[in-house]
């Protein structure tokens, strides 16, 4: 099939790893694909090592072809708003008529100006909603909070055309179909997962030597440090044990909230007690993940957490790490007891102690955890699906004609 896929997500620019990323490493391989993203210029501004963190995508930019909807270097937002005019030229340039489907990943304006371009074409459209998009407008740093409430009301009419307008919906998440009421006939629950193959148990011996990690009780966490995040329980509670037991924090990842989140660390006075790494290559991730005794989810209790279900979950399964996670809905209805839930730093200490005396318990929650992954949530699995709903429906709109 050749696929155009449309994004909020840049995929150059991007220092974390997507679900976006991953369907099209997997699908790369036998469709032909281009993508249409905003120019995330801005972001690249606040975490310049979105460059570094890529290496380990090379392979995946050497099999698509992709395109801005502009060159300019003007707010992502504004991006979007003006796509409904500068979508057509792109795409015009890339002769979208010859395209089978348009696979619409997390968008507001820009995905709407799209697939007006592709039905015109009778062009099927997929729309991938793998967060709350509304509730993150809501707590986005790059809108001025004033503006806030209008771009969650425009939001919220942009999200409904867009379900109005596509073929098929997929949703990572059960509570996303209830929060946009999308049809039933149209949802295709589509979750997260993780590459089984990449993330696996590996020696970390040279991780735990280089950052003095030695002989140390290890509780991390991996990914960009982003608003949807809570820190401070966790860090009163590493204070707290570190005052009794060898314990470090290892926080892998950048992000526009990396120096606030350096300052709280310098606040509460445990510092010295976390290994701030920032952005490293993405192929080299599962050897971080394996030094840790406990994987860390410190999502804030709000909408945005609630209809997700986080990436670094799955790799720490993967690498069977057991996981604390705060009080999530998702992670709690899918997962239940093989994740330690925890809300105040009472129950983080509670939490990681409870680990720290039992590695009985640490190997049998990796364990379970490379089990679930393995049996459900392998990316080759859940793209193989994606592929499927896309070429069934390239089918209907054939019978359809």
């Given amino acids: 099939m050749k696929i155009l896929v449309s994004s909020l997500v840049d995929l150059r620019k991007s220092a974390h790893n997507s679900r976006l990323h991953q369907f099209l490493r997997c699908l790369a391989h036998d469709h032909d694909i281009t993508v249409l993203s905003i120019n995330d210029w801005w972001k690249a501004r606040w975490d310049g090592d979105g460059e570094k963190f890529n290496e380990g995508?090379?392979?995946?930019?050497?099999?698509?072809?992709?395109?801005?909807?502009?060159?300019?270097?003007?707010?992502?937002?504004?991006?979007?708003?003006?796509?409904?005019?500068?979508?057509?030229?792109?795409?015009?340039?890339?002769?979208?008529?010859?395209?089978?489907?348009?696979?619409?990943?997390n968008n507001l304006l820009s995905g709407y100006a799209v697939a007006q371009h592709t039905s015109a074409h009778g062009i099927p459209t997929i729309y991938d909603i793998a967060d709350d998009l509304i509730e993150m407008i809501r707590t986005s740093p790059q809108i001025p909070p004033f503006v806030r409430p209008f771009g969650c009301m425009v939001g919220s009419i942009v999200v409904g055309k867009n379900i109005q307008n596509s073929r098929k919906i997929t949703v990572t998440t059960e509570s996303l179909c209830a929060t946009y009421q999308i049809p039933r006939n149209k949802v295709e629950l589509l979750p997260n997962g993780v590459d089984t193959d990449m993330f696996s148990p590996r020696p970390c011996d040279h991780i735990r030597s280089r950052y003095g990690l030695e002989n140390c009780f290890v509780a991390g966490h991996v990914g960009v440090l982003r608003e949807w995040l809570d820190f401070r329980p966790l860090f009163i509670a590493i204070k707290r044990l570190a005052a009794a037991m060898n314990i470090k924090l290892l926080i892998v990842g950048g992000g526009v909230g990396y120096e606030d989140t350096v300052e709280m660390a310098k606040e509460i006075g445990?510092?010295?007690?976390?290994?701030?790494?920032?952005?490293?290559?993405?192929?080299?991730?599962?050897?971080?993940?394996?030094?840790?005794?406990v994987g860390i989810v410190p999502f804030k209790p709000d909408n945005v957490s609630n209809n997700s279900l986080p990436l670094k979950l799955f790799e720490y399964f993967a690498c069977e790490v057991p996981v604390i996670s705060t009080y999530i809905d998702t992670i709690r209805e899918i997962f239940g007891n093989n994740v330690l839930f925890v809300s105040t730093p009472e129950e983080y200490s509670r939490m990681m102690l409870l680990l720290c005396q039992n590695p009985d318990l640490r190997k049998e929650m990796g364990s379970s955890g490379r089990k679930i992954v393995e049996s459900s949530y392998r990316w080759s699995t859940l793209s193989k699906n994606l592929e499927n709903i896309a070429r069934s429906e390239v089918q209907n709109g054939l019978v359809r004609a």
Avoid: W
Wanted: glycine residues 4%; contains cysteine.
């Fill in 270 to 293: 445990v510092l010295e007690n976390i290994v701030f790494t920032g952005a490293i290559p993405y192929s080299q991730v599962p050897e971080y993940i394996s030094c840790m005794d």
């Fill in 57 to 105: 995508f090379g392979d995946l930019f050497e099999k698509i072809e992709m395109h801005y909807l502009t060159e300019r270097r003007i707010s992502p937002i504004l991006q979007d708003a003006l796509s409904l005019a500068t979508a057509g030229s792109v795409l015009k340039s890339i002769n979208v008529s010859d395209f089978d489907v348009h696979f619409s990943y």
